[in-house]
């Protein structure tokens, strides 16, 4: 079966960075689009970054646009994200997805087929 397991997450410093991976398996990963997601406790789950298949187009929440960068490596079946100068409004369950298409991604959790458990970012100030 599909499984996307993120890994990366943790406690940082106002400023700091980290980096979230996201490996998937169980489906041909080239042929979907990665997202990223992220979900704060009492707030809706929203959009924070997606990349084509081929990684020619990336987008970004203008929150994290220009501190946050999204890649992938095909060959490991991998999605990243670069978080550079956290803040505390950062601080959230981050989820990957993976949406199945020849396209692009998109802004809306209902359009990605598959979703990992999350991993917990925290941001001190």
């Known amino acids: 079966q599909v499984q996307l397991v993120e890994s990366g997450g943790g406690l940082v410093q106002a400023g700091g960075s980290l980096r979230l991976s996201c490996a998937a398996s169980?489906?041909?990963?080239?042929?979907?689009?990665m997202g990223w997601f992220r979900q704060a406790p009492g707030k809706e789950r929203e959009f924070v970054s997606h990349i084509t298949w081929s990684s020619a187009s990336t987008y970004y929440a203008d929150s994290v646009k220009g501190r946050f960068i999204i890649s992938r490596d095909n060959a490991k079946n991998t999605v990243y994200l670069q978080m550079n100068s956290l803040k505390p409004e950062d601080t959230a369950v981050y989820y990957c997805?993976?949406?199945?298409?020849?396209?692009?991604?998109?802004?809306?959790?209902?359009?990605?087929?598959?979703w990992g458990q999350g991993t917990q970012v925290t941001v001190s100030s």
């Open positions: 997805s993976a949406k199945y298409t020849s396209y692009g991604g998109s802004r809306y959790p209902q359009d990605y087929d598959y």
């Open positions: 169980g489906l041909s990963f080239s042929d979907y689009a």
